[in-house]
């Protein structure tokens, strides 16, 4: 299987760009790929840039220039949920966008139109990567994922997020795209992410603290998850 990854900065990816085998580097329209191997698939990882414009531009040119099979979404982000702490590894068992606001047509908060107003990943990717994430011996926190082109870091949008979509457990800035794009393409994916900060009027210091250690958190289980996805899956 050919599977794409795809994160938005270098932080985020670096781990994962040190244990890609027999490396080759691509550009394509400023985007960087780099393909290889990790395990016995082979893997195309893009630094895509932030927001979700730059998460769909790489999303599509993983499908149209290397033609993956599978997409996954990994990096950081803020929790909305308080319980959540740094470092915590969060899988997306559902995406919304949390900017997208056509209500005044008839469809949900956060539904584009035209689009569904919830995105799902690959139950069979979802399961697995559950199961990769307690072969590292951390229990998987499992739930939604907001994006939007927003940093978020007040309490203020913490609740107006909250309010408006109650089971969200974590925000950033990509994954809806990718996951819309993903369903366009008729693309398996999933997403995983490590919380770096709390989203509050701290946010911007601990994200800088901890931007490293939340990618290398999602880094080593997205490299455990494609170890452990069988050469002969079918999706």
Do not use: W
């Amino acid at each position: 299987m050919k599977i794409g990854i795809i994160g938005a900065m270098e932080e985020e990816i670096r781990y994962l760009k040190e244990v890609i085998q027999n490396q080759e580097v691509q550009n394509f329209y400023g985007y960087e790929f780099t393909s290889g191997s990790l395990g016995v698939h082979d893997v195309v990882l893009v630094l895509s840039g932030i927001g979700k414009v730059n998460a769909t531009v790489s999303a599509m040119l993983l499908k149209e220039k290397f033609e993956v099979e599978a997409m996954i979404n990994t990096g950081s982000a803020g929790a909305i949920d308080s319980a959540l702490k740094v470092g915590d590894l969060v899988i997306a068992h559902s995406l919304v966008h949390h900017d997208v606001d056509v209500t005044g047509f008839g469809y949900e908060p956060g539904q584009m139109a035209g689009m569904p107003n919830v995105y799902y990943p690959n139950t069979e990717l979802l399961r697995i990567a559950q199961a990769a994430c307690r072969e590292i011996d951390i229990e998987p926190i499992v739930g939604q994922i907001a994006s939007g082109d927003q940093f978020i870091n007040s309490k203020e949008k913490i609740n107006e997020i909250a309010t408006t979509f109650p089971t969200v457990r974590a925000a950033e800035m990509e994954s809806a795209a990718i996951a819309q794009t993903a369903y366009v393409l008729g693309v398996p994916f999933v997403i995983i992410r490590a919380i770096s900060d709390s989203a509050d009027s701290e946010a911007s210091i601990s994200f800088d603290q901890f931007i490293l250690f939340a990618g290398k958190m999602s880094a080593s289980l997205v490299t455990k998850f494609i170890e452990a996805i069988p050469a002969d899956l079918k999706l």
